[in-house]
T-cell receptor, first 112, second 112 residues
């Protein structure tokens, strides 16, 4: 079992719809979780961080964390063509420093 | 506020050579992490430096090394280059413990 898994893509949604991206992780002691967006040929860009169980909203983005189920998700409301990118889930293995494990990514396509 | 700066952006090296990559973190950030990204393996953690000390290390051979200077700038060195070292090398900076990491634009290394 890989440490961080994401729903396989590509995921295609129509413009204006909700895109749902899922991530599961295996290390129960992980405390911090992140979603990054990566456009083709570019470096990852941080979208959201989440540390506590529940929902965290930032504009059109909502991250959800359930530590008991070892599950993190990202919802993108009112999806736009500019949201088309690969979304990477990252889990920090170290509670004191930086030791991120990244999932393989989910490619999202928002169709006009 | 300036972002994370990596130099050079592109490099072509020959097998057996060695290479040094540089990363200047966001002003005030004391943690610098390095990652390797390849199409086959995705984003993989190399190591993290904090206050000039290596705090975390990934599962890469000893040919990969790094250091951090008193101004938090970091360098990564790869010796005896192999074809499989061709990748996008990313550095990420964070303010310290348990916090978000911001990536630079990366250095694309090609080994021929």
């Amino acid at each position: 079992q890989k440490e961080v898994e994401q729903n396989s893509g590509p995921l295609s949604v129509p413009e204006g719809a909700i895109a749902s991206l899922n991530c599961t992780y295996s290390d129960r002691v992980s405390q911090s979780f992140f979603w990054y967006r990566q456009y083709s040929g570019k470096s990852p860009e941080l979208i959201m961080s989440i540390y506590s169980n529940g929902d965290k909203e930032d504009g059109r983005f909502t991250a959800q964390l359930n530590k008991a189920s070892q599950y993190v998700s990202l919802l993108i409301r009112d999806s736009q063509p500019s949201d088309s990118a690969t979304y990477l889930c990252a889990v920090n293995r170290d509670n004191y420093g930086q030791n991120f494990v990244f999932g393989p990514g989910t490619r999202l396509s928002v169709l006009p | 506020k300036a972002g994370v700066t990596q130099t050079p952006r592109y490099l072509i090296k020959t097998r057996g050579q060695q290479v040094t990559l540089s990363c200047s973190p966001i002003s005030g950030h004391r943690s610098v992490s390095w990652y390797q990204q390849t199409p086959g393996q995705g984003l993989q953690f190399l190591f993290e430096y904090f206050s000039e000390t290596q705090r975390n290390k990934g599962n890469f051979p000893g040919r990969f090394s790094g250091r951090q200077f008193s101004n938090s700038r970091s360098e990564m060195n790869v010796s005896t280059l192999e074809l499989g070292d061709s990748a996008l090398y990313l550095c990420a900076s964070s303010s310290g413990t348990y916090t978000e990491a911001f990536f630079g634009q990366g250095t694309r290394l090609t080994v021929v």
